[in-house]
Structures are given as C-alpha cells and as structure tokens.
C-alpha cells in the first residue's frame, strides 16, 4: 500500500464482468476478472477506446454490467441500491466536474448534505477537506469554479471525491486536462494523500508513466478491457508480458524505473564541506586530490549554500565570498527520477540531498544512478 498508511480502503473485486451495447457485435469489456487490495492504488491504463472508463463505471453501476459480479468489502454490488452505493464511492473525473453556480464550499459539500448531515458537520468536514488537498478554506470556501486555476479545480474536485470519507475512490483520468508542471503536483499531491488515508483507489489514465508514478499495481487493458498484464509497475517494467505491453512500456523503461525509487532508498555518496565561517586553507586541502573537484559550503545549521570549485578555492580569501548558488536540493522523500533531472540542472553534475531540518545529508551523482539500475537489471533481468 502507498505511503504505509493504515488502510481505510475496501477490496474490490470485478468476476467475468462484461458490458455489451446493442448493435454492437463485440463488447465494451469482455469478461474481466481482477482483485483490487484493500489500501492500494491500482491504474488502469490502456488505448483510448478499450474500455477503462467503462469498466471504471461498472464499479460504481453508473454503467450496469451485462454480465458478471463486482463485489465491494465483501458485498455484491448489483444487490445495494445504486444511490446508497454511489454516496460510499468517491468519484473524480478529468475538469473536476463541479457545479459551476455552486461555490467550492458547497460543492465539497455536495455528499455529506445527500447523507443527511446537519450543518455544522458539514462546515467543519468542508473546512478539513480543503485544509487537506492545499487548500485555504478562509480563501476557497466561497469561491466558484470560474474563480480558480485548473490545478485548483482538480483540488477541489479530489476534496468533494472525499468528503464523506468513501472507503473506494474512482479517479476517472482526473489530471488530464492540466498543464505538465500542475499535473506533476497534483500527482504528488495524491500520492501525499494517500499516505495518510489508505483509500482503496482504481484510476484509469491512458499515460504509462502516470500509471508507474502513482500504482501499486498496474492492469495494462487491450481491446474489450482485455487484461494483458497486471502487477507491480517494477515487475511490468523489468518483464512486460508480451510486445503490447512493452510497446506501452516504452525504449525508457530505464529511466521509468528511476520514479520507483526514492533518493532515501539508495546510499548516498558524498564530497568535502565547510560552514562558511571556517577556513579556507582548511576547505582547499579536503578537497585535493580528489577525482570530483567541487566541495560544499553550507551555513551555520549546515544547509546547502554555494558550490565552489578546486580552482575557486586557490584563489579565494574567504569561504563567504566563493561559489556558485545551489540551484535545487531534494530531500529522502524524492525520487531518483527527480534527483537525475536535479543533477542534469547543476554544473557540478550532482543533485544536494538534505534532511529534515534542510541540513546537508549528501549527494546522488550519475554514477548513483547507474550502480541502481545495474542492481535492478541484476534483480529483475534486462528491462524492455
């Protein structure tokens, strides 16, 4: 399960479930079989067209099945009425789908006022949910959907999804619709929000990266939601199951493989500092002889400052006068993906690991990296 939550999701599972529409001489989905764990997050993803939305929406019977069961913790879906079975499922959806004449705090509020909840209730899990997706209610509450970004909106949209606490959340390619660097954030945001609920999460995407990024397990869909894999990202990435797959998978599923990992999971490597008040004489004699000729100077409670080069040092007169800015530091928590575009951005090559405070913890070079993947290709084989 992500983030090593306790777990507040259900398990689904989805038995020979087809969907047939007349006229159609083939179905939409073909008899899917697949558990979904308690906790986890699980992607479908797959061909524009192959049916991922479909068999999303069979889950909550917004699409009845033709055929075949979906049992959620334990009880046949078809059996509960579908409204009382919709208010315990979250759904989210690409643009958020608010009411546009409605403000955020009643749009948040949309299933806590279904379930009957009085007003003060309401107030408070409104106020909860927005505190929880970024959002600062004294600021959003009372906005309308016009009034804000499309990174918002998908806020506020996940807000709303969880607002009745719904054990299971449908995410129906819910950052689709966002610019890169939003959606990026939004993800990281998911994944953060995970981590402290442990909901039972199925999202559909058509984006294998996304889907490797934010699954636990990953259900690669061809033609009628035919399941052509379904496992770990790391597992489909180091052996996908036939050529559909690795044409999903992609010539970079190395790379791919660096979002898996993150920067506390490896051992980091390490290079000369001084707090910028010592010596210089001190600085330029750690650094000698070594085959990386860049050192670190950091303040008084050890956080990254400058970077400062060999033939800087020979010149220099004081360590509060030297050096090049660092232009980004990562912490445990990143991920080897966002540490190799970290070192590509600095000169020395190298991306600045610091700890919970910002204090120095150390370094990844490229030859972190490549001693990483070695050690996967030792444990899985080649990738695609």
């Given at each position: 399960?992500?983030?090593?939550?306790?777990?507040?999701g259900?398990?689904?599972?989805?038995?020979?479930?087809?969907?047939?529409?007349?006229?159609?001489?083939?179905?939409?989905?073909?008899?899917v079989?697949?558990s979904?764990?308690?906790g986890e997050?699980?992607?479908?993803v797959?061909?524009?067209?192959c049916?991922?939305?479909?068999?999303?929406?069979?889950?909550n019977?917004?699409?009845?099945?033709?055929?075949?069961?979906?049992?959620?913790?334990?009880?046949?879906?078809a059996?509960m009425?579908?409204?009382?079975?919709?208010?315990?499922?979250?759904?989210?959806?690409?643009?958020?789908?608010?009411?546009?004449?409605?403000?955020?705090a009643k749009n948040?509020?949309?299933?806590?006022?279904?379930?009957?909840?009085?007003?003060?209730?309401?107030?408070?899990?409104v106020?909860?949910?927005?505190?929880?997706v970024?959002?600062?209610?004294?600021?959003?509450?009372?906005?309308?959907?016009r009034?804000l970004?499309?990174?918002q909106?998908?806020r506020?949209g996940?807000?709303?999804?969880?607002?009745?606490?719904?054990?299971?959340l449908?995410?129906?390619?819910?950052?689709?619709a966002?610019?890169?660097?939003?959606?990026g954030?939004l993800?990281?945001?998911l994944?953060?929000?995970?981590?402290?609920?442990g909901?039972?999460?199925?999202?559909?995407?058509?984006?294998?990266?996304e889907?490797?990024?934010?699954?636990?397990r990953i259900a690669?869909?061809?033609?009628?939601?035919?399941i052509?894999?379904y496992?770990?990202?790391?597992?489909?990435l180091?052996?996908?199951?036939d050529?559909?797959?690795?044409?999903?998978?992609?010539?970079?599923a190395?790379?791919?493989?660096?979002?898996?990992?993150?920067?506390?999971?490896?051992?980091?490597?390490?290079?000369?500092?001084?707090?910028?008040?010592?010596?210089?004489e001190?600085?330029?004699?750690?650094?000698?002889?070594r085959?990386?000729?860049?050192?670190?100077?950091l303040?008084?409670?050890?956080?990254?400052?400058?970077?400062?080069?060999?033939?800087?040092?020979a010149?220099?007169?004081?360590?509060?006068?030297?050096?090049?800015?660092?232009?980004?530091t990562?912490s445990?928590?990143?991920?080897l993906?966002?540490?190799?575009?970290?070192?590509?951005?600095?000169q020395?090559?190298?991306?600045?690991?610091?700890?919970?405070?910002?204090?120095?913890?150390?370094?990844?070079?490229?030859?972190t990296?490549?001693?990483?993947?070695a050690?996967?290709r030792?444990?899985?084989?080649?990738?695609?």
């Open positions: 399960m992500s983030g090593g939550a306790s777990v507040s259900v398990g689904i599972v989805l038995d020979s479930v087809s969907k047939y529409y007349a006229g159609q001489p083939d179905p939409a989905v073909d008899a079989s697949m979904i764990p308690a997050i699980v992607v479908l797959g061909p524009s067209g049916g991922k939305t479909t068999t999303l929406r069979m889950i019977r917004l699409i009845e099945p033709s055929s075949g069961t979906i049992s959620i913790g334990d009880r046949d879906a059996a009425n579908p409204d009382e079975l919709r208010r315990g499922i979250g759904y989210s959806i690409q643009q958020a789908g608010l009411f546009p004449h409605m403000t955020v948040v509020a949309t299933v806590p006022g279904l379930l009957g909840w009085d007003r003060k209730r309401t107030a408070a899990r106020d909860e949910m927005l505190e929880l970024g959002l600062d209610p004294g600021t959003y509450r009372g906005r309308y959907p009034q970004s499309g990174g909106q998908q506020v996940v807000a709303r999804a969880l607002a009745a606490d719904p054990p299971v449908l995410m129906d390619e819910p950052f689709g966002v610019d890169p660097i939003t959606r954030l993800q990281d945001e994944l953060r929000l995970q981590a402290e609920l909901k039972t999460i199925v999202f559909v995407t058509h984006d294998f990266s889907a490797v990024k934010l699954g636990d690669v869909l061809g033609n009628g939601s035919r052509l894999q496992d770990t990202p790391a597992a489909i180091a052996r996908p199951a050529e559909t797959v690795a044409g999903f998978v992609g010539a970079d190395s790379l791919k493989q660096l979002t898996l990992t993150r920067v506390g999971d490896v051992e980091l490597e390490d290079c000369p500092t001084a707090v910028e008040g010592e010596s210089v001190v600085l330029r004699a750690a650094l000698a002889g085959d990386r000729p860049w050192a670190l100077i303040d008084e409670q050890r956080r990254p400052l400058r970077w400062v080069s060999a033939g800087q040092l010149i220099a007169q004081s360590l509060r006068e030297v050096g090049s800015p660092v232009a980004q990562l445990a928590r990143s991920t993906q966002a540490a190799l575009e970290s070192l590509l951005a600095e020395t090559a190298t991306a600045v690991i610091t700890g919970a405070h910002g204090e120095y913890a150390g370094l990844i070079t490229i030859d990296l490549v001693a990483h993947l050690t996967l030792d444990e899985h084989g080649p990738t695609a």
